[in-house]
């Protein structure tokens, strides 16, 4: 089992940055993970992954050109970092190790966190 503990999440200004952070208790590197966020009254939707070793990333339309996503094996830990923020990107950010095939999309696993909330308002 692995346990996924988000943090970072904030009140930004329209136009700000944040950092997201997920630490893992156990290993990740064998997985791939990703990023999720749950707008109130909305759908969990998928924001960004990284593969294995981080090769590869893919983002959401929404988001491609200003989040970046990473990682740190050595440190069981993910990034999400987040510029650019816009109202709409407000939402609960919830972190997942997965699964990732080249050519398919990204594979959610049944490992979450609890999820950090950013705010994005003037």
């Known amino acids: 089992q692995v346990q996924l503990v988000e943090s970072g999440g904030g009140l930004v200004q329209p136009g700000g940055s944040l950092t997201l952070s997920c630490a893992a208790s156990g290993s990740i590197f064998s997985y791939a993970m990703g990023w999720y966020r749950q707008a109130p009254g909305q759908q969990r939707d998928w924001v960004a992954s990284?593969?294995?070793?981080?090769?590869?990333?893919n983002y959401a339309d929404s988001v491609k050109g200003r989040f970046t996503i990473s990682r740190d094996n050595a440190k069981n830990t993910v990034y999400l970092q987040m510029n650019s923020l816009k109202p709409e990107d407000t939402a609960v950010y919830y972190c997942?190790?997965?699964?990732?095939?080249?050519?398919?999309?990204?594979?959610?696993?049944?490992?979450w966190g609890k999820g950090t909330p950013v705010t994005v308002s003037s």
């Open positions: 990284i593969s294995t070793y981080g090769s590869r990333t």
């Open positions: 997942n190790r997965g699964n990732w095939s080249p050519g398919a999309p990204y594979s959610a696993g049944a490992y």
